[in-house]
């Protein structure tokens, strides 16, 4: 019987042990595979969670408000002018993101405590000071009165983006840092060039050219800090405090919806008469400062 090279072909049951052996191989290389992709999936997943949870963990504290240095001389987040040519009241500037210290009236004293809450943007408190600025100068330059101004950027949606409320009020605050006692002319030079609602405003320069025309002290170091913008922090935490923390209430105490601007107080109470009407504000001012003296404590007769 002839062998040849058919004797050396493999059986068919060879064949196919050979086919399942092979199959077997390439089912568990698939499996592998497959593995290795479901792995890569997975962590390509979780990086992308990472980074996704990293950019908004980076998001939001970009969009935080940063806590930022206190202005000096106004401890209160506000600016108290006494006595002749509306002199600043001087005060330390406190640790950066510090609660303000509230200026409390002296109980039964002659001299009455005016607040004034207040936006450069804001048409009635441009109208306020144009009906009362010249009887508020008269009233704290005769010792009747005291005037804390306190200047926020409740309107920082209403300039085009340029949250000119805010950046106007940081520049009061450079100027109450730098030059407390020009403040009052800053005051009116804000509310002589106030833009209008809904347009860009006064970008930095011309800030710093309006303050630079009052003549205050510094004015290098006033254009630097707008400049640098070294005060917006606080003003972006001061219009926070004035809307949401204990004036705010205080306010509501006192019968109006919570600060607004205008909002005016007269030895803590709030005015809720005409803005306009001059008159009408110094009765308001006259009949406080008339309670104020009736509960000054008797003085013992001597002898």
Partial sequence: ????????????????????????????????NDKRRKLFIQGGVAVAVIAIAA????????????????????????????????AAVLS????PGADPVA??????????????????????????????????????????????LHPIGMLANQSAGTKYSIRSTAAAACVANYSPDTFWKVNQAFYANQPQEGTPGLNDDEITALIDVQKPKNQAKIAKCIKDKTFVPWATQA??????????????????????????????????????????????????????ASTTPATPAAG
Avoid: W
């Avoid at 998001?59 to 001389?73: D, H, L, M, Y």
């Avoid at 005016?264 to 306009?276: A, D, F, P, Q, R």
């Fill in 1 to 32: 019987m002839s062998t040849g090279a058919h004797g050396n072909r493999p059986t068919r049951n060879q064949q196919r042990e050979a086919a399942r052996a092979k199959a077997k191989e390439l089912r568990e290389q698939q499996h592998k």
């Fill in 103 to 148: 200026n409390l009236p002296l109980p039964g004293s002659s001299t009455v405590a005016i607040e004034v809450y207040q936006d450069y943007l804001c048409p009635a408190c441009q109208a306020f000071d144009a009906a009362n600025a010249e009887q508020l100068q008269t009233l704290v330059e005769a010792g009747a009165a005291t005037l804390e």
């Fill in 239 to 292: 219009t926070d405090y004035a809307l949401t923390g204990p004036m705010a209430q205080a306010a509501k105490d006192s019968g109006a919806a919570g600060v607004g601007t205008p909002t005016i107080l007269v030895n803590g109470k709030v005015y809720t008469g005409s803005i306009v009407d001059p008159k009408e504000f110094l009765a308001f001012v006259t009949q406080v400062a008339g309670e104020s």
């Fill in 92 to 95: 330390e500037a406190g640790s």
């Fill in 55 to 86: 950019l908004f963990i980076s998001t939001i504290a970009t969009s935080a408000p940063k806590e930022g240095p206190r202005p000096a001389n106004m401890a209160s987040d506000g600016i108290v002018l006494s006595g002749a040519n509306m």
